[in-house]
């Protein structure tokens, strides 16, 4: 059995690595800017529609999972053709060299693709981006959805070990370490998702399921609850974690305020999976860092 994780280098591909490995699975990654020194990777920059064509055809995957995108919300909006050309015909181009191939398809969608007026929300909830990120999203779910057997995956506020250090728990991590206060917008709702978890939701999901599912946390909580509470498990000072409006922080693009998703589809599904929620999902990241 061999697999592709198309941006290994990232923490929901590391985890999803880690995760194949475990079970048996020959799991190839790939890195487009950064490749771990401690884990080494191929390269893959997937709006180059020829190497992903070349890639693909040499390794014939059972599954690519696509957790490789441009997801600074800040820089899609300051650069929408940079995103477009990553966020939409790069999964193009990925989707299309699986076509080829006989690939399954796994992409890595957010829930991003809705404006957060009335969350959580299910998988067949209308979608409707309020930002050039979650167009982007939205657009690339449809070129992957055409075809029968893939797979789409929501998820949000996704943390755990990431070599680079970028995911808001790690972020959050070093500031409180260095006794800097941080703010943290109190009116983000959304439902923290340990990488790890999503990472065996995602590998599960690729054996015997199509269309959208939600994976995420159990919990739906804002962001500076879960800051409070991920200060408290690393055992800093809470009160360095200073609650904001979202309007105050002088954002470019606009967040989806009240999100999250609902997993009753994925439950379902996957009946034996335990969604993790998040105050398990952070002494469980405390622990593996610890290690």
């Not at 929501?154 to 991590?173: A, D, H, M, P, S």
Request: glycine share 8%; net charge neutral; charged share 25%.
């Amino acid at each position: 059995m061999r697999d592709l994780v198309i941006g290994a280098s990232g923490q929901v591909g590391g985890a999803l690595v880690d995760f194949l490995r475990g079970r048996g699975v020959d799991a190839i990654g790939t890195y487009s800017t950064h490749n771990p020194p401690h884990f080494p990777l191929r390269h893959l920059d997937i709006t180059d529609k020829k190497k992903v064509f070349s890639v693909l055809e040499e390794l014939c995957p059972r599954h690519v999972y696509l957790s490789s995108s441009f997801t600074n919300v800040e820089g899609c909006e300051e650069d929408p053709e940079l995103s477009h050309r990553v966020n939409v015909l790069g999964v193009n181009n990925v989707f299309s060299a699986c076509q080829q191939v006989g690939s399954k398809l796994i992409y890595f969608s957010s829930d991003y693709v809705f404006d957060g007026l009335k969350g959580p929300y299910l998988e067949d909830s209308p979608v409707s981006p309020i930002s050039v990120y979650g167009q982007h999203k939205v657009m690339a779910e449809k070129v992957v959805l055409d075809a029968a057997d893939s797979l789409v995956l929501r998820t949000t506020v996704v943390y755990g070990q990431e070599w680079q250090g970028k995911n808001f728990v790690i972020r959050l991590v070093k500031s409180l370490l260095d006794g800097r206060t941080i703010k943290v917008p109190s009116d983000q709702v959304g439902n923290p998702t340990y990488s790890r978890n999503l990472a065996e939701a995602a590998a599960l999901l690729a054996e015997c399921a199509s269309g959208v599912f939600n994976v995420a946390g159990l919990d739906r909580v804002s962001r500076y609850q879960f800051a409070r509470e991920a200060a408290y498990i690393f055992g800093l000072n809470e009160d360095l974690v200073v609650p904001v409006k979202t309007s105050d922080l002088g954002q470019m693009a606009s967040r989806p305020l009240e999100g999250g998703l609902v997993m009753d589809k994925l439950q379902a599904k996957l009946p034996q999976l335990e969604i993790v929620g998040f105050k398990k999902g952070l002494k469980l990241l405390h622990k593996e860092l610890e290690r």
